[in-house]
């Protein structure tokens, strides 16, 4: 089955870019997501990327897609204390609905 | 985005009794819902999905004696745990997949989550 893997800690001060890594094993994987979960709560859906295109900006949010080396990155520019949180990425092959969720990135902003 | 919400937030309970957790689409109806776990520090795991007017689909190692499921409605699925025990201490989340006539492309909206401790 799929397995994605992420860095387990990133740790940025306030202003700076943050860039969060995920690899994924299955070539099929046909949606990519990014999603944010503050302490305690549930989990936000930020930003997805569809696996036949490279990148995708959503304000502060940049993804990139290597699909070649199933290779998957969150930039998040200018970042903000409020930024500080776990971030996940998700796979699907959307054929199903199954995500398959990283181990997760706890994002640390310092002032 | 579309709203999920989920109820009890957090409940704690004898070991021995059971549990129900309301999962609910406020504002789309959703045929199709899934129940995760999460242990502290850790990722999710999918429990199952759950499909309106039919039976959930269990995930591998999930019994689903334990975790009963009932999507009875289109806005509604319940998870409950049954004669809950203190390994069965975990946040539980739901989520909802948007169906494509508001535009989704197979993404889950997720509740807030539940916290339960069994004592």
């Known amino acids: 089955g799929e397995d994605v893997e992420q860095s387990l800690f990133l740790s940025v001060r306030e202003g700076d870019s943050s860039v969060i890594n995920c690899t994924y094993t299955?070539?099929?994987?046909?949606?990519l997501y990014w999603y944010k979960q503050e302490p305690g709560a549930g989990l936000q859906l930020l930003t997805y990327?569809?696996?036949?295109?490279d990148m995708k900006q959503d304000q502060r949010l940049t993804v990139l897609l290597n699909k070649k080396d199933k290779h998957l990155s969150l930039r998040i520019a200018d970042t903000q204390t409020g930024d500080s949180a776990i971030y996940f990425c998700a796979a699907s092959t959307g054929g199903g609905n199954k995500l398959t969720f990283g181990t997760g990135t706890q994002l640390k902003v310092e002032l | 985005g579309a709203v999920v919400s989920q109820h009890p937030s957090r409940v704690i309970c004898k070991s021995g009794t059971s549990v129900k957790i309301e999962c609910r689409s406020l504002?789309?109806?959703?045929?199709?819902m899934f129940w995760y776990r999460q242990f502290p520090k850790q990722s999710l795991m999918l429990m199952a999905t759950?499909?309106?007017?039919?039976?959930?689909?269990?995930e591998q190692g999930v019994e689903k004696d334990k975790f009963l499921i009932n999507h009875a409605s289109l806005t509604l699925s319940t998870l409950t745990v049954t004669s809950a025990h203190p390994e069965d201490s975990s946040f539980y989340i739901c989520?909802?997949?948007?169906?494509?006539?508001?535009?989704?492309?197979?993404?889950?909206?997720f509740g807030p989550g539940t916290r339960l401790t069994v004592l």
């Open positions: 299955d070539s099929s994987s046909t949606y």
């Open positions: 990327i569809f696996s036949n295109m």
């Open positions: 504002d789309f109806q959703a045929t199709t």
């Open positions: 759950s499909n309106e007017g039919s039976k959930a689909t269990y």
């Open positions: 989520s909802a997949r948007v169906p494509k006539y508001r535009g989704g492309y197979n993404e889950q909206f």
